[in-house]
């Protein structure tokens, strides 16, 4: 039985993402104590509806990057069962090695996705729950794999990275 291959995600883009969950953390805050200035009922209860959500979805999104930057998950891990991945709380799961097609490193906007290709994406959609299936969804439709994980959480060189996943599968 072969030792686990993991892949530990960058310290420095989930500091980034951190910092960035702050900002926004501060700025829904910052809309939340300024409810009060807003003149129109309505409008006052969409603020703070809106403020309240921001705090509660970044305040959150906070500690889970800074639990993770502290004490790091893998972003990918080679199992004998199959590759676990984690890119986010919202994005994490384990594709069995017979269902993985491949991978590969595509632009897409300002940043990079690795993708990881499965036969069967609807078998691992239909596993998920809520958001992230429905996160799952979009990502199958707009990638073709349910499975795209930011290249700003890998260190090093991905091709290269990529090409030890696979060398790595049983």
Sequence with gaps: MAEPLEI??????LRNAALAMAICLGLSAWVLMNVERVMHRD????TLVFGVLGVLTF?????????RW????????CTEEGLEFHASFLLHG??????????ELVQYGMGKRVLVTIKRPEKYI???LGITARIMKMTNKRFGTPIAI???LFEGDIP?????VSRWRP
């Design 94 to 103: 384990r594709v069995n090695w017979d269902d993985i097609v491949g991978y």
């Design 150 to 152: 930011p290249a700003s």
């Design 8 to 13: 530990m995600p960058k310290k420095a883009g």
């Design 43 to 46: 409008l006052r209860i969409t």
């Design 70 to 77: 502290k004490n790091p998950i893998p972003v990918l891990k």
């Design 160 to 164: 290269e990275t990529l090409a030890e």
């Design 126 to 128: 239909s596993k998920q």
């Design 59 to 67: 305040g959150y999104g906070l500690l889970y990057t800074i639990m």
